[in-house]
């Protein structure tokens, strides 16, 4: 190596260096602004099993995610199971994701597109976003990216470790998330657009597809009759080009509300140049073939499948059972980056000028969105609430819509609470039949809070929140990011029970309640 490719080298890891700090810094802060979501408490729950009650959900239906609960489950014996403990093992993965966007980057694009990709991994407002949260979405994002390095290195090399790493890598991922294996269709594509750079490794290719089924069979066990199946899974469907939009929005600007076109033009404009301006080498041959062009493409080409093939194919799994949501494909956030700095790269070759003013431009928008993420209230906050109805001290019974925030209100009250579940409404309930449940419900109390949040999944029509306005006087309101609480007093009505009623069916809930629904 020469001296001038020495220093190149040396600077670019000095570079990398201070981008993980970067990285980490951003990460870092505000890391527990946001009250736990539902989500994270469910996450909680599963972790404060004991190993009988974590070990089995590899193979039950319907279990989402076990091995990063079963990973929380020795973290938080390790450092406990507050906001900021839970969520730093999301940061870790966050972290550590950035300087392997930088390795798989330089090995793709070269040593510019690869600090630009890193760059816009570090500050990136969405990547932040999951790096905060305490569910297994960096953690996926960790494990894709290794996965995808761990493949280039396995087709480069041929070798029987890598091979073999692989497979373990991509196997685990699945049981970090289910749609995991939406990446291995690019996997699976890249080895075919790429014939026959890749024809010594044919045998171990085929091989190792051919293995990889075989870890995913206790899941397809109960996911193949669930598509069969007429389950609906709660996601409303979306078309191709609104799960476009809806990825491109949230790739770039997360959570921030639309505010006119100016900000995503520019990710639309880097994106493209990124895909059809890019060429890492200059071309070879001018040729309309269809293999001239990948070759001669190869770099932008590689990254679009890796961009799209996940996309398409939840899109196709979507059309038997709707099931889109944005980070589920955050598998693809890796190759979302990569073409926008090969945009950066591509218009540098034009005009220096207007690819440093595009990259200042996304580094302001990524650090203002994360910002806003820090100081604004945007999950639902049942930290407030639980300190609200604490210190407010009435009440004697809580109910919740939906029944599930009664999990998260749990995390943050502490003491014991006494709790009822209202009817379930949406499932053609009757105004009558809600008064009988409501009168046993609340039988005996004569003070209830009312929380809701997300209450139109279980009560579209407010057929309870009727029923309680109808049969007592509202004492409190109040409103908190995503959760509304009411207090009302029923002593107009103590003591009464609806005929045929025994007892009323309230229930204790104990700070350490670790019985979850299924994710």
Not at 408 to 424: K, L, M, S, T
Not at 455 to 473: A, P
Request: hydrophobic share 50%; charged share 15%.
């Amino acid at each position: 190596m020469d001296s001038r490719a020495s220093a190149l080298v040396d600077a670019a890891r000095l570079i990398l260096v201070l981008l993980v700090i970067l990285a980490f810094a951003l990460r870092l802060y505000q890391l527990d602004y946001q009250s736990l979501w539902r989500d994270e408490v469910d996450a909680v729950l599963f972790a404060r099993r004991d190993l009988s009650g974590l070990l089995p959900l590899f193979v039950r239906a319907g279990h989402n995610g076990p091995l990063y609960y079963l990973i929380l489950h020795f973290w938080t014996r390790l450092v406990g199971d507050t906001e900021f403990s839970v969520r730093f093992l999301s940061l870790i993965c966050g972290v550590l994701a950035v300087p392997l966007v930088f390795r798989l980057g330089w090995r793709w694009v070269g040593w510019r597109g690869s600090l630009v990709a890193t760059l816009l991994c570090a500050t990136s407002p969405y990547l932040i976003w999951y790096s905060q949260e305490g569910k297994m979405y960096a953690l996926l994002f960790l494990s894709s990216l290794v996965s995808t390095y761990i493949y280039l290195l396995a087709l480069d090399r041929n070798r029987i470790y890598l091979w073999a790493f692989y497979l373990l890598l991509t196997a685990a991922s699945m049981y970090v998330h289910l749609l995991a294996v939406l990446v291995v269709s690019f996997h699976f594509l890249l080895f075919l657009v790429t014939w026959p750079r890749y024809r010594p490794a044919l045998k171990s290719w085929l091989a190792t597809f051919v293995i990889l089924t075989l870890p995913y069979v206790p899941l397809a066990r109960w996911e193949v009759p669930l598509l069969l199946s007429p389950f609906t899974t709660g996601h409303q469907f979306y078309r191709l080009h609104e799960i476009l939009t809806v990825l491109l929005f949230a790739f770039s600007l997360n959570v921030v509300p639309y505010r006119g076109l100016m900000p995503i033009t520019l990710f639309v404009f880097l994106l493209l140049a990124g895909i059809f301006l890019y060429r890492r080498t200059n071309w070879a041959v001018e040729s309309r073939a269809l293999r001239r062009v990948i070759q001669n493409h190869q770099e932008s080409v590689s990254l679009s499948l890796y961009l799209f093939a996940p996309i398409v194919s939840l899109f196709l799994l979507s059309l038997v059972m709707p099931i889109f949501t944005d980070r589920y494909l955050m598998t693809v956030v890796p190759a979302y980056l990569l073409l926008l700095a090969c945009g950066v790269v591509a218009i540098r070759q034009r005009s220096a000028a207007l690819a440093a003013a595009c990259l200042a431009l996304v580094l302001a928008s990524n650090l203002y969105v994360v910002f806003l993420q820090g100081h604004t209230r945007i999950k639902s906050d049942f930290r407030s609430v639980a300190q609200y109805v604490q210190q407010d001290g009435r009440g004697d019974l809580m109910m919740f819509l939906i029944p599930h925030g009664r999990r998260v209100f749990g995390y943050y009250y502490q003491d014991p609470f006494r709790w009822a579940e209202p009817p379930h409404t949406n499932r053609g309930v009757g105004a009558d039949e809600v008064a009988e449940a409501m009168e046993e419900a609340t039988a005996g109390h004569d003070e209830v809070w009312l929380v809701v949040s997300e209450g139109e999944l279980w009560d579209s029509r407010g057929l309870v929140k009727g029923w309680l306005e109808g049969h007592g006087v509202l004492l409190q309101r109040r409103s908190f990011a995503r959760v509304e609480t009411y207090l009302y007093s029923l002593e107009s009505r103590a003591g009464l029970r609806c005929a045929g009623c025994s007892a009323p069916r309230t229930r204790d809930y104990l700070p350490q309640d670790s019985s979850c629904a299924r994710l």
